[in-house]
């Protein structure tokens, strides 16, 4: 067992990690920029190291600076949470040659998965089936309309090594397709510094399934059931749930089967996310996320697993401590993303408890929300027995929650979750649009 780790993030998942790690025995460090000194991550962590600015580029994207208060402070690992540098498979190669492990997936791995053109090829090399679109990258006008014209529009450009939403365009006819070329090859330039895109067929209000799994590089994949993520704005998730109300046991069951394969085949190493695509009862593979997730506590709920605690073992010891023939699904959970609206300062902060209920937030009383970083100030996740059991409880909880000081989207999933379509669990990704008129 390590006992001493860095967490190259900030926040909500920096709060998670130095938790799960003191449950573990592992110390840990902390890194802020300038902004974050009175953020909880900093509080809590044993340790605390200021890096940079707020700008990320000066602070939580910093690589050297991160790599060297690790080295500076006897850290064994770090652990790079979700977004900034946690798909970066440069700064996982840098982080062991350094030395020390890399908490996620081999830089190589992450390298294959992060490229969407190479993952959609690799997950047809293992049987999992794919949209119909482009086998490489678009570099050039005449191949992105030969592409659309075989697909038949709509069509959706993505960039190769985007996600969130950047350098994503829907083209809805053939006139259209030149100038969103362009728009999404810039995007991607200027938010993944790689021009590259692909073309795929766009699936009109499909819903959107992932599976968790977790894996010991050895070969053993250990997957802990789906979540559905179709309730989302501008392709950001707003509530996440598990099982997922659009996946029969017979899908699931080929869900799971391509997954393993995968998985199992690239020696996957740590926690991973399998995204798709459904529709009626057809899915497709949309993409590998190579790290942990924001949405893993409805998975953690229906499990009864630590899926943190389990990543920190499989990438320090290539083990895990469950057996996959074990794993048990049970109830059902569901995650509100409390995001704020502006900054402002924390004036007053009740959290709702009770059986079944987890709050996970970096807020406290007093605590000013900065503007440089991700709007998601809190998660509000719930369990229970059965669907309406747990949408009952998620809306007495959202109620329940008191925060004062910000502007906050809370009434806004409270309505989404009082709606018919929701109660009935019968919706797709246009849900949001459906509802309020945009994306």
């Not at 992060?114 to 050039?140: E, F, M, N």
Request: contains cysteine.
């Amino acid at each position: 067992m390590i006992k001493k780790l860095l967490i190259a993030n900030r926040g909500e998942i920096a709060v998670r990690i130095i938790r799960c790690c003191k449950e573990m025995g592992i110390k840990t460090v902390a890194v802020y920029s300038t902004a974050d000194k009175e953020n909880l991550h900093v509080k809590l962590a044993d340790e605390a190291y200021c890096i940079g600015l707020p700008p990320s580029a000066k602070s939580y994207l910093n690589d050297d600076a991160i790599i060297t208060v690790a080295l500076r402070t006897g850290c064994e690992a770090i652990h790079p949470g979700v977004g900034f540098l946690s798909e970066n498979a440069s700064f996982a190669k840098d982080v062991e040659k350094a030395g020390l492990i890399w908490i996620g997936p081999k830089p190589e791995t992450i390298e294959l998965l992060g490229d969407k053109v190479q993952a959609r090829a690799t997950a047809l090399k293992y049987g999992l089936p794919i949209t119909p679109g482009s086998d490489g990258a678009i570099d050039s006008l005449e191949k992105g309309q030969q592409i659309a014209a075989k697909c038949g529009f709509p069509v959706i450009i993505k960039a190769a090594s985007g996600g969130g939403g950047k350098g994503m365009r829907i083209v809805w006819k053939e006139e259209d397709l030149e100038e969103n070329l362009k728009i999404a090859s810039s995007e991607a330039l200027a938010n993944f510094a790689d021009k590259t895109v692909y073309i795929e067929k766009y699936i009109e209000n499909p819903r959107h399934v992932e599976l968790q799994v977790i894996a010991d590089g050895n070969g053993t994949v250990c997957i802990l059931g789906e979540r559905d993520c179709s309730v989302q704005k501008n392709h950001q998730k707003l509530l996440e749930e598990s099982p997922s109300p659009a996946v029969s046991a017979e899908m699931r069951e080929k869900m799971y089967k391509g997954a393993q394969q995968l998985f199992s085949g690239l020696k996957y190493r740590g926690a991973g996310t399998i995204e798709f695509l459904v529709t009626g009862k057809d899915f497709y593979f949309m993409e590998v996320n190579a790290r942990i997730q924001v949405e893993h506590p409805v998975s953690e709920f229906v499990s009864g697993i630590d899926i943190i605690r389990e990543q920190i073992l499989a990438c320090t010891e290539n083990k895990l401590t469950v057996n996959p023939q074990e794993v048990q699904i049970k109830g059902w959970a569901i995650e509100a993303r409390i995001n704020a609206r502006m900054p402002g300062k924390i004036t007053r902060l009740e959290i709702p408890s009770g059986p079944g209920v987890r709050f996970d937030s970096f807020l406290y009383q007093g605590y000013t929300v900065v503007p440089h970083y991700d709007s998601m100030l809190a998660k509000l996740i719930v369990y229970d027995y059965d669907r309406e059991l747990a949408r009952k409880r998620l809306i007495r909880c959202l109620e329940e929650l008191q925060l004062e000081g910000v502007q906050t989207n809370r009434e806004q999933q409270l309505e989404i979750l009082k709606t018919k379509q929701f109660i009935s669990g019968n919706f797709g990704t246009s849900l949001y649009q459906e509802l309020y008129g945009q994306n």
